[in-house]
């Protein structure tokens, strides 16, 4: 500008070199049309004399996260260069992850002066803390290196899925052949080309024309930035004309003469004019339709690449309006999607067509209760097959996740697939977070009755108690319950349970077993009638998934755990599937407890009330006939027999006022509310120490032989809405209860 005085520069190459010259071009009014930096930090707002002729990066965030979607990645690693051109990206990937819930628990940021040995210690790093998905947005020279780096740190093997930017997915073709088998599996997203004729024309005279004698040194294709550099010049070229300008120079400005002072430049005077001829260019070019807004390329469809060989597949396409697709030319309105089924089957990191990032899950191997887990191999691929409820209701639950989520069983085995450990060693290996379960002490029962229900009882008495093999259970009884190692014993099925508890604690067995509630309604399944659970239940962790602190999965299964267990039918199936007859076992439980009350259960005591009721109607109504019956003889000796019991039926209906009336003139009666137990004095001289009637009736006091407890009677009750008493004793002039006249009654509130 200084010393040529031009009226337009097209570049430069990098972000960084951009932001400097962009400064230039606005201070001296010259376009600065750059075809390769990328960068979001760089637009038109900074400066109007900027233009830029290719595709912001931040234009492809959204692609980047429809892939990332479709694939169920919860988690996602990116790595990136330390420049201008990388560290622009990173705030819009960390937007777009979090719109779509996508969890990014590192960034690994690598400076361009590392060395491969720094290079390798950073890979090594994310190789430890067990990442696996991971997003490259860096330039080809350095992203080169760290795939070659990443194949030999083992890291594009089956397990992994690399996923890179634009700038590198655009300089694929001239990478060298180690760094492209190094990339085999990688996935990529690079703005889409579409074909013309004049493109392919184009291409035919660039190889004939830049073929040489060897075909070894053979001119590389053409890539995107070469198409966007071709393009840019012609723009220019066409903006020049349309000015019209043939001659132009700069307006210098009254300033001393500096090689360092940025106003000595001066201005173009055709830089305006010049800047609006550019931006108003618009015409088809090799890369496509050639059209600026707002200084800036308009964004066009994406590609998905896949590296599989020497070459790249194309797998699928994305574009603003309808999302991924496998076609661009399709017909008809579409829904935006993020389905995966919208593209290809890609090749994969290993070449395999497995989906990377299959979530691990770790399967406890059990002698007993398989009928929650079972783990058996294959005899012939000696692969392992998981079943049981706990895998259905994982597969359920997988089923309704709103997103694709790879898994794979690995069973808690050592190498002669042993148990590999207790619970507790399993799920520290990834630091758990579990989710909280029910544990209940489960205790023997004698016939109605249990022999003891209270943990304090067990442990004073010195009692032995169970557990299952291998849980958590133990460290429970240990550290919360405060029961002694020595008191403990273990087992692993629900027959060994049955036993220990059939044996109790003094013969070899146990005097209670402490189990998961799951496994104990699994056990009283096949045992009917014969334990019960007793006790208290425990608020502990225990059954259930479990996953590594922070995991973002852990919402998603939650919510889906929720929709599955209160689906009615789908677990009555699997409950079915798995449990089968003892599931109506423990219904019948259920209605039946055992241990508890029946009818049946009256059927003596039943009788003998009934015997009881009946020798006294008998023995009343000998008495009745014993004193009545003479009686019927003196009247009429004559009279028939029919016509003696009709009149001793009449006498039995008839009321008996020495029994059943009760003198209102001569007797109140008074409660005294703290007696808890009733009885009679047995003879006349107890009954004037313990009570105290007035021979009047006009009121009465129940006087305790204490007397320091000496309560005066209260009001009698209305006798037209008495009181009713807890407990009534009544007394006669025959019952023998004495100081009280015949014909009264004395009733005492309990």
Known sequence: MKNEEVHAIIGPQKSSQAKFVIELGGKAQVPIVSFSATSPTLSATQSKYFVRTAQDDSSQVKAIAAIVQAFGWREIVPIYEDTEYGNGLVPYLLDAFQEIDTRVPYGSSIPLYFNDTEIMRELNKLKAMQKSIFLVHMSSSLGSRLFVLAKDAGMMSEGYAWLVTAGLSSLLDPVGSEVKDSMQGVLGVRPHIPVSKKLENFKSRWRNNFTTSKTQSKISELNLFGLW???????????VEKARIVHSRYLKPNTTESTVDIAALGTSEMGPKLLSSILSTRFQGLSGDFHLTDGEMIPSAFEILNVIGRAERVIGYWTPERGLMRSLHTNGK??????????????????????????????????????????????????????????????????????????????????NKQSAGTYNELLYQIKLKSYTANLASMLTVQRLQPTFDDVKEIRKNGYFVGHQKNSFVKDFLMKQL??????????????????????????????????????????????????????????????????????????????AVLNVTQDKDKMEAIEQRNFGRETTCLDQ??????GGLRLSSFGGLFIITGVA????????????????????????????????????????????????????????????????????????????????????????????????????GRNAANSEAPDIPKLALFCGAQAGCPAVKAGSVLILQN
């Open 229 to 239: 550099a071709y393009d840019t010049v012609w723009a220019m070229a066409m903006a």
């Open 589 to 594: 439980a259920s209605e039946n407890p055992p």
């Open 334 to 415: 579409m829904a935006y999607s993020t389905s995966e089924n919208k593209l290809k089957e890609p090749i994969w990191p290993g070449d395999t067509t497995q989906q990377p990032k299959k979530l691990r899950i770790g399967i406890p191997l059990r002698s007993g209760f398989s009928e929650f887990i079972k783990v058996e191999w294959h005899p012939e691929s000696d692969k392992p097959t998981v079943s049981g409820f706990s895998c259905d209701v994982f597969l359920a639950v997988v089923d309704a996740l709103p997103f694709p989520l790879p898994y794979k069983f690995i069973p808690f085995v050592n190498n």
């Open 613 to 712: 009721s009946m020798s006294a109607l008998l023995i009343y109504i000998m008495k009745f006939l014993y004193c009545h019956w003479p009686d019927s003889n003196t009247t009429d000796q004559e009279r028939s027999f029919y016509l003696r019991i009709l009149e001793l039926t009449k006498r039995f209906g008839m009321e008996d006022p020495s029994v059943h009336h009760i003198s209102k003139t001569e007797s109140r009666v008074h409660a005294e509310p703290s007696l808890d137990i009733i009885g009679a004095s047995p003879n006349r001289d107890d009954a004037h120490n313990h009570s105290r009637t007035s021979s009047e009736a006009s009121e009465d006091i129940i006087e305790d032989q204490d007397q320091d407890n000496l309560t005066p």
């Open 482 to 559: 405060n029961f002694s190692d020595t008191k403990l014993r273990e087992y692993s099925t629900p027959e060994e349970y049955h036993e220990a508890l059939s044996n109790g604690t003094h013969n070899g067995g146990v005097a209670a077993i402490f189990a998961e509630i799951p496994y104990v309604k699994l056990f009283l399944a096949k045992y009917c009638s014969k334990y019960q659970t007793v006790g208290p239940t425990y608020k502990t962790d225990g059954f259930g998934f479990a996953f590594p602190l922070g995991s973002p999965l852990v919402p998603y299964i939650s919510r």
